[in-house]
Nanobody
Framework: QVQLRESGGGLVQPGGSLRLSCVSSGSDFSLYVVGWYRQAPGKEREAVARMTNIGSTNYADSVKGRFTISRDNAKSTVYLQMSSLKPEDTAVYYC?????????WGQGTQVTVSS
């Protein structure tokens, strides 16, 4: 069973930055699609950013130009660099690894943007 472990969440002021990390315990990490999702209180979980096994990316319109997804396959890690954070970015952020019939989620990390 693959486990995903997120870190890097916390409290940040509007306009600030955070970098989330997610380490996968599985093998052949480079073969999988990875992504970040978020869920704010009272709202459905939404996709934030996604990266395929060949490095193609896509982003939610609300974070384009502010968030960057990247991966280090040697470390089985996916990152989400978040800049120019807004209060509406406050949510629990979840890491996802999928593809080849698999579907794994992390436990989530809280990001709170507030002054």
């Amino acid at each position: 069973q693959v486990q995903l472990r997120e870190s890097g969440g916390g409290l940040v002021q509007p306009g600030g930055s955070l970098r989330l990390s997610c380490v996968s315990s599985g093998s052949d990490f480079s073969l999988y699609v990875v992504g970040w999702y978020r869920q704010a209180p009272g709202k459905e979980r939404e996709a934030v950013a996604r990266m395929t096994n060949i490095g193609s990316t896509n982003y939610a319109d609300s974070v384009k130009g502010r968030f960057t997804i990247s991966r280090d396959n040697a470390k089985s890690t996916v990152y989400l660099q978040m800049s120019s954070l807004k209060p509406e970015d406050t949510a629990v952020y979840y890491c996802h690894q999928g593809g080849w019939g698999s579907d794994y989620w992390g436990q989530g990390t809280q990001v709170t943007v507030s002054s």
